[in-house]
Structure formats: C-alpha cells, structure tokens
C-alpha cells in the first residue's frame, strides 16, 4: 500500500469514530425518563379537544379568506368606478364645446353636420360607459343633482321649478359625475 491510501484509510477511520461518537453523545444526553402513560380516556379527551381546535382555526381562517377575497372584490370595483368618473369628468367639456358648436349658426352645412355627428358619437360613447344626462328643465329642483345659480320670478313655471340649463349634469350609475347648472323659477 501507499502512503496516501494509508493516510486516507487513517482519516477516514477518524471521522467514522467521531460520527459514532456524537451518536454516543446524543443518546446519553437524551432524556432516560418516558412519560408516564395516561389513561386512554383522558388521552381521547386531548385529542378532540385538539381536533375541535383545529376545526375552530380553519373555520376562522377560511372565514377571514373570505371576508379578503370579498373585501378586495369591493375595493377594485370602487378603483374601477372612480377612475371612470374621473375619465369622464374630463371629456365633460369636450361635450359641452360640442353641445355650443352646435347652438351656433352657420351658413356652413358640412360643418354643421360634421359637429352634430360628432356630437352624436360623444353621447354614444357616454351612453356605452353608462353615462346618463340628469334630466333638469321643467323638473323640480333637486340639491343632490341640480346647482342652482339664478333665480327668477315667473308665472309661466310652477313652485321651485327648473327654467333653463345653463349645463347638463350627468350621473355614472348611482354617482353623480357633474351637477346640472340651473336656473330655478319662483
């Protein structure tokens, strides 16, 4: 034999007795008492105690995953809805520059008609998204969806009637995206 066979043989006898004697060292250190066994009907009694436990923190913690999934559902559709009104918010003044094109005159029939077609897409788009006009003139007025800022006297309208807009509110739903800019009669 070689020296170097000699010596790897000689290393690996030394790690072998140095394996054996850890094992030595953990069973000596383990524990020599056993607990003492405890009635069968006391141990039965844990046991279901443990399984009810068990049993009570899935329900907690299946409950708690639900009330998340839903609460989460909730949030998103909210982020959703209120990106929209701010999206729509801001084509509001388009309409209303294309609801003015409109009222004005002109000679220009093409032009005319090219301004209400595009008036026409604008509401069809809004419509889509489920946008809607909030109804005003001749209406009674309403604070929650009209913005009164004239008053007049006049016989021709009925008590807190509505008899002109100056600007159309819409409404996305249930949420107001803008107040309708109205003049109230008596």
């Known amino acids: 034999m070689s020296k170097k066979e000699t010596k790897n043989e000689v290393q690996q006898e030394a790690a072998q007795e ?6 030595t060292a953990q069973t000596e250190e383990a524990p020599a008492e056993q607990p003492a066994e405890q009635p069968a009907d006391q141990t039965g ?5 443990a399984q009810k436990e068990a049993e009570e923190k899935y329900l907690r913690l299946a409950a708690e995953y639900d009330n998340y999934r839903k609460r989460t559902a909730k949030e998103k559709e909210a982020l959703w809805a209120d990106a929209k009104v701010d999206t729509i918010k801001q084509l509001l003044p388009v309409y209303d520059n294309l609801e003015r094109a409109m009222n004005q005159e002109t000679s220009d029939d093409a032009f005319k008609k090219g301004v209400e077609m595009t008036m026409t897409q604008m509401k069809e788009v809004l419509e889509k998204l489920g946008v809607t006009e909030i109804p005003a003139l001749g209406q009674p007025f309403d604070p929650n969806l009209h913005n009164a800022v004239m008053h007049i006297e006049s016989e021709d309208f009925g008590e807190n009637t509505i008899s002109q807009v100056f600007q159309a509110g819409f409404q996305c739903g249930e949420k107001i995206v803008r107040f ?5 009669a008596n």
């Open 18 to 23: 140095e394996v054996l004697d850890a094992q």
């Open 45 to 49: 009694r844990q046991a279901e105690a």
């Open 180 to 184: 309708a800019m109205v003049q109230v």
